[in-house]
């Protein structure tokens, strides 16, 4: 499996320096996810962005779409996102570059 992993990584890497939409790498990525057997049913990214209207950009893989869907929200989404309770909203504030949690422990994993 590390190889695996590997080879995804170095293709992510070789993958940002390239002028691709950033759908297609999500698609791409959750092939070879797929692809090596790991099961996922989908990926969001999100991340905020400098707009004066626009604060979040969201985008969605699924599995059974196997296509990328984009929505962008206000800003006033990006101020009720940072007020959830969310891991990756704690992992963020407490300026930490790591989340480790057990996924055979049902206390640690998100349903």
């Given amino acids: 499996m ?42 969001s990214i999100g991340r905020s962005i400098l707009h004066p209207v626009i604060g979040v950009i969201e985008m969605r893989w699924t599995r059974d779409s196997g296509q990328v869907t984009t929505r962008c929200h206000p800003r006033s989404y990006a101020n009720i996102v940072e007020q959830m309770e969310n891991p990756l909203i704690d992992l963020i504030k407490s300026n930490r570059d790591r989340l480790y949690s057990d996924l055979t422990d049902p206390d640690e994993v998100a349903l």
């Fill in 2 to 43: 590390p190889d695996h992993f590997d080879n995804i990584t170095d293709w992510l890497l070789a993958q940002s320096l390239r002028d691709e939409p950033i759908a297609d790498t999500v698609k791409e990525m959750a092939a070879r996810l797929v692809g090596c057997g790991i099961a996922i049913s989908r990926i």
